[in-house]
């Protein structure tokens, strides 16, 4: 007997940058999320200097917002090496935070990792010449790598799965088009498009690039979002956040890390 499908409403937002003085900007924010959305997908950049007590503050102003919480950490979020230590934090709140990994929610497969730099197409560096350089272009392999395994983790639990991919990093040029061309570098790569293209997706939510663009697709036609705070705030909506519904077969339980 085939299962009946449910409709799951996805709120996705990145680059929110909370600082220790924004107590109490957040709550009306997160409570407009929670009156229309099933799932939250946070997409790196929580905080703003790496700092735990930023991340803790975070965590108080989403007490109103009774959901599942999804998400991946950002390079803000690795500025003092804390990086550990507020995803302890974020986990503690029972966010399930994806570095390589997935987890399951309402029949909705979440693939996360936080990618990394090294631009895109003909103009991708490569892994030639200087030691620095070399371990610059790698990182950006191994995060695509990551995604590879978190994707391929979901296509073995269920093949028939919707699957979501979460990144702080774009994979693509067309979402960071509005930011200054020589930093494209430092935005995004290609290499995290690759393991998109073999594993299907639905779609594909990221940060970061805050001048970017809202919108756009992956060769074969996936929509990827950036959904980073400034770029949607510029789409003119009261409170800016990225809604997708999904029709899913939802799951009896809440969901698990996939390791």
């Not at 957040?26 to 997908?41: G, H, R, S, T, Y």
């Not at 774009?170 to 293209?197: D, K, M, N």
């Not at 980073?228 to 510029?234: C, F, G, H, T, Y």
């Not at 077969?249 to 390791?259: C, S």
Request: a negative charge; aromatic letters at 6%.
């Amino acid at each position: 007997m085939e299962k009946e499908k449910k409709t799951i409403k996805i709120a996705a937002i990145g680059d929110l940058h909370v600082r220790e003085t924004d107590r109490g900007k957040w709550k009306d924010f997160f409570a407009a999320i929670n009156k229309v959305a099933d799932i939250l997908v946070v997409a790196g950049d929580i905080t703003d200097t790496g700092d735990e007590d930023e991340a803790a503050l975070f965590v108080e102003e989403l007490k109103g917002c009774n959901m599942p919480l999804v998400g991946v950490l950002g390079n803000h979020d690795y500025e003092k090496g804390r990086h550990k230590t507020i995803k302890a934090v974020l986990q503690e709140a029972n966010m399930h935070v994806l570095d390589g990994e997935s987890t399951i929610i309402s029949g909705v497969g979440f693939a996360g990792i936080k990618g990394f730099g090294g631009g895109f197409g003909a103009r991708m560096l490569s892994r030639f010449g200087e030691d620095m350089m070399k371990s610059f272009v790698q990182e950006a392999v191994d995060e695509g790598l990551k995604l590879e395994r978190a994707l391929s983790r979901l296509g073995q639990h269920r093949d028939e799965i919707s699957k979501i991919a979460v990144m702080h990093y774009a994979p693509i040029p067309e979402t960071v088009e509005g930011e200054p061309l020589e930093i494209y570098p430092f935005l995004g790569s290609s290499r995290l498009l690759e393991p998109l293209q073999r594993t299907k997706v639905m779609a594909v939510f990221h940060g970061h690039a805050h001048m970017g663009k809202y919108e756009g697709e992956t060769p074969d036609g996936t929509k990827v979002w950036n959904v980073s705070l400034p770029v949607l705030a510029r789409q003119g909506m009261q409170y800016p956040f990225h809604l997708m519904e999904v029709e899913a077969v939802e799951e009896e339980t809440a969901g698990a890390v996939i390791k």
